[in-house]
T-cell receptor, first 115, second 115 residues
Framework: GAVVSQHPSRVICKSGTSVKIECRSL??????MFWYRQFPKQSLMLMAT?????????EQGVEKDKFLINHASLTLSTLTVTSAHPEDSSFYIC???????????FGQGTRLTVV | QQQVKQSPQSLIVQKGGISIINCAYE??????FPWYQQFPGKGPALLIA?????SEKKEGRFTISFNKSAKQFSLHIMDSQPGDSATYFC??????????????FGAGTRLAVHP
């Protein structure tokens, strides 16, 4: 299967700072990337969808100014959590899909802890 | 209508037994139904997927059964092994205008295979 690399796998930051998470497709062109948030023992909640070169489409209830998504190239998307607060602590997961293909492949996830 | 209902929430199976997880949906616009396997602290991994024009798909020990008229699909894990212990998510894909699609996830099933 296709490989999606997410970095970092774990990050701890202080409240009020910003954190950037990278998502890379290693062996295919990711025309669409998705960002999810997952709370312990719960399902994946879609935060936003981004198409390469376009602004991200955010799901209802997700603050676009707080969760900045950039998808500037066909292999890289970034999620920046701005002015992080303890309630932003969660497991963030990206997935990527190539145009014309239905399969979506997931990164390893990033455990964010805001202290 | 956008929901995918998954059951059971948790499942305990003896080694060598058959694990069965069920999902149901309402929206007939869903056109792709993948199953993902997730280990703790990791991103979901695509296990097997099916389209609604097929009633069954088998890959190794994993089989999807699809009932279009009942709007239900299930995952069967034959000869379950302790290494299969993980959380399993069913999902359904829907395409929106503009050519992009997104996955709607079930709530997940935590499978424990006892030796």
């Amino acid at each position: 299967g296709a490989v999606v690399s997410q970095h970092p796998s774990r990050v701890i930051c202080k409240s009020g700072t910003s954190v950037k998470i990278e998502c890379r497709s290693l062996d295919f062109q990711a025309t669409t990337m998705f960002w999810y948030r997952q709370f312990p023992k719960q399902s994946l909640m879609l935060m936003a969808t981004s198409n390469e070169g376009s602004k991200a489409t955010y799901e209802q209830g997700v603050e676009k100014d707080k969760f900045l998504i950039n998808h500037a190239s066909l292999t890289l998307s970034t999620l920046t959590v701005t002015s992080a607060h303890p309630e932003d602590s969660s497991f963030y997961i990206c997935s990527a899909r190539n145009r014309g293909r239905t399969e979506a492949f997931f990164g390893q996830g990033t455990r964010l802890t805001v202290v | 209508q956008q929901q995918v209902k998954q059951s059971p929430q948790s499942l305990i199976v003896q080694k060598g037994g058959i694990s069965i997880i069920n999902c149901a949906y309402e929206n007939t616009a869903f056109d792709y139904f993948p199953w993902y396997q997730q280990f703790p602290g990791k991103g979901p991994a695509l296990l097997i997927a099916i389209r609604p024009d097929v009633s069954e798909k088998k890959e190794g020990r994993f089989t999807i059964s699809f009932n279009k008229s009942a709007k239900q699909f299930s995952l069967h894990i034959m000869d379950s092994q302790p290494g299969d212990s993980a959380t399993y998510f069913c999902a359904a894909s829907i395409e929106y205008s503009g050519g992009y699609n997104k996955l709607i996830f079930g709530a997940g099933t935590r499978l424990a295979v006892h030796p």
